[in-house]
């Protein structure tokens, strides 16, 4: 049971690495970080305020142009290396600011008359997000401590050689453990708690990347979870059958013939 419990944690803690704090330059983590209505207004302000005087255009018009050009897809292809420094530096991986150059503000305004922007390039105002950081820190060191613990008290358990139906007992119970994992470390701690604990615009990368995956989680408890029960059922079923066929000792109701 303990084995099952360390090595769930790691497990959950491992997907929680993978979901939230593995940063990558692609269209997919930065369409959903950028479905988010705040870091998408946020970025669509900043970009306007810059270039709106250059482009002889006020913010809010040029604002209403920018919005769905990095809501769409291809858009989120265009930001995707933007995003990515962004969320390297929200969850500590970057010390330098996050900047826009001229030509990233051509192609995000559609105007050539942007390389004259005054001030290029343009500084975004991510933050540093202390929540994420210590989690993503402590996470580095958590899921390989939890793998190898795990793993240590699954071998001791094995070398006991334990009886058929414990051991498959005890997968089922491994089964639950990690979909209860999976459900705190993939939707419960990302999509709820770390968004209540800080209420910074960048911190919602956390719920947005975690959600991306939800459908996926939602799918590997339920199979996980059923396969739990049903193993920890056939454990049961075995151990009655194995008392069932157990010879009772007749010894005792041999016939005493001594006296004769």
Known sequence: MLAGVALSLAVGGWWLQRAVFSPEANAGQAEAILNDTEIRRELTAIIADAAAPTLELSANDLAVIIDPIIDSKPGATLMAEIINEAHRRVIGERDEPVSITGVQLIQIVRDERAVDVPGLPIVLPVPKIGTLDVLDTTLRWFVPIMALVGTLILLLALITRP????LVRALGEFGIAIAASLIVFGYIIPVHLVPAIDDSTWIQTSPRL???SVSFVIGAVVVLAAAGVALIIASSGSGRRKQWSTP????RYREDRSWS
């Not at 009886?163 to 414990?166: I, L, N, P, T, V």
């Not at 009772?248 to 010894?251: D, E, I, T």
């Open 248 to 251: 009772l000792s007749v010894g």
């Open 210 to 212: 975690a959600l991306r």
């Open 163 to 166: 009886d058929r139906s414990e």
